[in-house]
């Protein structure tokens, strides 16, 4: 690609925490790609963090709504439309527009079903919400879910989880609907010790899976690093497999980095000083 790729990032603005867009920002820009933010919400921290009445929670539902006609009027259009953390359920009709209003026909539209982690919802996610969510993904050409989300698609308990490969694959055919999308999901393990993607390349008409070693704590805005990090891959030319490698690897230095300098999970972790590896 001659031009610097455009990407809109549909993501809420989290001041402390490391995720969403605080993430998306740095890794695209990083990667060479322009990304136009179209917040969904303005945050003291991530909902994760201990919420007093003093939290800020700003929906941007408005906003959005301006934003996409002011983009209209200026006849805009994106390489990459990427969606993630919602605001409201309104915001799923808004999606909706943005996709099918500024995407070419070769657009990749990756939709990172946002709704939960560690087989829980997040505290702002009504069933609603989530429902609204599994229903737009079928507009997605890929999607991204982790574990969690992934149970939340098929309709699945958490306790469902596949722990082997061929159960995993059986889900990530589930999730691609009969081949018609690619899928990536993420946090899949099936021997101790090892973690990484679950990959179904529609393009390509395959499975395949990125695995690193697993670091021995989690952290929050993981999902949102690793899908910004595939989605510069795949703008790169890289193939899904690739790409999906290269974040897997990515995310597990940032963690055992972050392991390493001992900082609480809730504060995410430490890209900054790694991000040098994506330019
Ligand atoms: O990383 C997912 C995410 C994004 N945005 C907000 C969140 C979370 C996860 O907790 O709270 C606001």
Not at 246 to 259: E, I, M, P, S
Request: aromatic share 6%.
């Amino acid at each position: 690609m001659n031009h610097t790729p455009r990407v809109a990032a549909v993501h809420d603005l989290s001041g402390l925490g490391r995720c969403s867009l605080s993430v998306v920002l740095p890794v695209l820009s990083a990667m060479g790609v322009q990304c136009c933010p179209l917040p969904t919400a303005v945050l003291s921290a991530h909902t994760a963090f201990p919420a007093p009445e003093c939290a800020a929670f700003q929906d941007l539902t408005g906003t959005m709504e301006q934003t996409l006609e002011h983009w209209a009027a200026l006849g805009l259009t994106f390489d990459a439309i990427y969606s993630g953390f919602l605001g409201s359920a309104r915001q799923i009709g808004l999606l909706r527009r943005l996709i099918t209003q500024f995407r070419r026909r070769e657009t990749l539209v990756l939709m990172d079903p946002v709704m939960g982690d560690r087989g829980k919802v997040y505290r702002t996610y009504t069933p609603e919400l989530c429902a609204q969510m599994a229903r737009l993904t079928r507009e997605a050409g890929l999607i991204t879910p982790n574990l969690t989300e992934a149970a939340l698609l098929l309709g699945e308990a958490y306790r469902n989880v596949p722990t082997s490969q061929a159960g995993m694959e059986e889900w990530l055919a589930r999730l691609s609907l009969g081949g018609r999308r690619s899928v990536v999901v993420t946090g899949v393990s099936f021997t101790p010790g090892t973690t990484g993607a679950g990959c179904f390349d529609h393009n390509q008409g395959r499975m395949c899976f990125a695995m690193a070693r697993q670091e021995p704590a989690s952290f929050y805005g993981t999902g949102d690093l690793f899908a910004a990090v595939l989605l510069g891959g795949l703008l790169r030319g890289e193939p899904l497999s690739g790409a999906a490698a290269l974040a897997v690897d990515f995310v597990q230095k940032c963690v055992a980095r972050t392991l390493a300098a001992a900082t609480p999970v809730l504060d995410g972790v430490q890209f900054e000083p790694l991000l040098r590896e994506l330019l």
